[in-house]
Nanobody
Framework: QVQLVESEGGLVQSGGSLRVSCVAS????????WAWYRQAPGKERELVARITGGGTTDYVFYADSVKGRFTISRDNAKETVFLHMNSLKPEDTAVYYCNEGWSPSFPWGQGTQVTVSS
């Protein structure tokens, strides 16, 4: 059984930075493509960033809304995926989750709240 545990998020001012992480236990971590998703109040969960796995090169994808500001990375030895967020905007306020990157089939973790104040 895969278990996903996201780190604590936080409250930051607009323009600030924050890094969140997700530890995935029970998965074939290094072979899995991982992604970060987010869900804002009253909105559907959306894909934020994806990083491929299982190859010699990691390929990344970013939603247009975060391109150039967010960076996804992974540490296979620690079974951890990271999301480094820069130049945060109030519209980035959401609960952030990690999961499998193509078809999120693992049980969702508790997520981490990121709040950006204007």
């Amino acid at each position: 059984q895969v278990q996903l545990v996201e780190s604590e998020g936080g409250l930051v001012q607009s323009g600030g930075s924050l890094r969140v992480s997700c530890v995935a236990s029970g998965s074939d971590f290094s072979k899995t493509t991982w992604a970060w998703y987010r869900q804002a109040p009253g909105k559907e969960r959306e894909l934020v960033a994806r990083i491929t796995g299982g190859g010699t090169t990691d390929y990344v994808f970013y939603a247009d809304s975060v391109k150039g500001r967010f960076t996804i990375s992974r540490d296979n030895a620690k079974e951890t995926v990271f999301l480094h967020m820069n130049s945060l905007k109030p519209e980035d306020t959401a609960v952030y989750y990690c999961n499998e990157g193509w078809s999120p089939s693992f049980p969702w973790g508790q997520g981490t709240q990121v709040t950006v104040s204007s």
